[in-house]
């Protein structure tokens, strides 16, 4: 069968792996590379695309639909929360790092940068969660693929970039000089670390993706939306949002916040659910985020980036 995918170094190393544990599994599969605005379009803010929401993903939902490919492989991350009906993710493979860390190219940690210094990142999550840190830093929007946004910091474009760790470990990259971020002041993008497999309905791909899914990773990357849900933010908005099983199987701890688009405001929780009734608790907590300001905040910061989208 047919897996799609975008030509990124990372998205192809991703894909790989799920086109190599379904050969595992007796299912052989095709690739084929599909360009995404996302990919298209490097030089601006992912705010500024004009596909919006899923600039990384809506291409290959296109393709699956109009063309018949039965499989594509995404950063969770990117797939927007509504989803076309004749698609179904069928799979959350096990969820890698969901650490954001600060790359330097001498090491140096947050509190160790200069002052004034430029951190390079094209999240305004990230963007928000360190002017919380660091008010002085000067923030620039960094674009391209994983292995660019590394050059351009050794090349001294930036003093500093954040990226996933999940995709440094998938690129085998993990010796390079970082800092791990502590999770609560930098509460990272829901979803982040895992791998989706999507396949189109009706057809033997979502038996066969299906085969390949970790229920953990998957309960715990729904909570993360259903958290979020009420916000209506998007994907371009400050939200974090994180949960993960406890070691005894019976709870799970959930973390999301809401930031301004500076950093000064923001609204948190965390707390610890069931997991017997874990959907009905996440949709508690998200209305409870979105009733306590969150929702305002979450308002707010989309009319600050509509308005700077408008001044491009």
Excluded at 27 to 34: G, L, N, R, S
Excluded at 148 to 168: F, H, P, S, V, W
Aim: charged share 30%; net charge negative; glycine share 8%.
């Amino acid at each position: 069968m047919i897996i799609g995918t975008r030509g990124s170094r990372l998205a192809l190393v991703q894909t790989r792996k799920v086109a190599a544990l379904l050969k595992e599994k007796g299912v052989e599969t095709e690739e084929q590379i599909i360009k995404t605005d996302g990919d298209r379009f490097t030089d601006r803010p992912l705010y500024q695309i004009s596909t919006g929401v899923g600039a990384f993903v809506r291409e290959l939902d296109d393709a699956m639909i109009a063309e018949g490919i039965e499989l594509t492989v995404h950063s969770m991350k990117d797939l927007p929360t509504v989803r076309p009906p004749e698609l179904i993710t069928a799979a959350v493979l096990p969820r890698d790092s969901p650490y954001d860390v600060l790359l330097t190219k001498d090491g140096l940690t947050i509190d160790e940068l200069p002052k004034n210094a430029v951190i390079g990142t094209s999240s305004m999550r990230r963007r928000a969660q360190l002017l919380r840190c660091r008010p002085d830093l000067m923030i620039e929007d960094l674009r391209g693929n994983i292995d660019t946004r590394l050059r351009k910091l050794e090349e001294g474009q930036y003093d500093g970039i954040i990226l996933a760790e999940a995709g440094l470990e998938r690129m085998g990259w993990t010796d390079r000089v970082r800092t791990r971020l502590d999770i609560d002041a930098f509460t990272p993008s829901p979803n982040q670390g895992t791998v989706a497999v999507v396949a189109l309905a009706g057809t033997p791909a979502v038996e066969a993706a299906a085969l390949l899914n970790d229920e953990n990773s998957q309960i715990e990357t729904k909570i993360e939306r259903l958290v979020v849900k009420e916000l209506e933010g998007g994907c371009t908005t400050p939200i974090g949002a994180y949960a993960k099983f406890e070691q005894n199987g019976k709870n799970i701890r959930v973390r999301a916040e809401v930031l301004s688009c500076d950093g000064t405001k923001s609204i948190k929780i965390d707390e610890k659910i069931s997991a017997e009734n874990w959907e009905e608790e996440a949709e508690k907590l998200g209305r409870e985020l979105a009733d306590s300001g969150g929702k305002l905040l979450a308002e707010e910061a989309i009319c600050y980036i509509s308005e700077l989208k408008e001044k491009k």
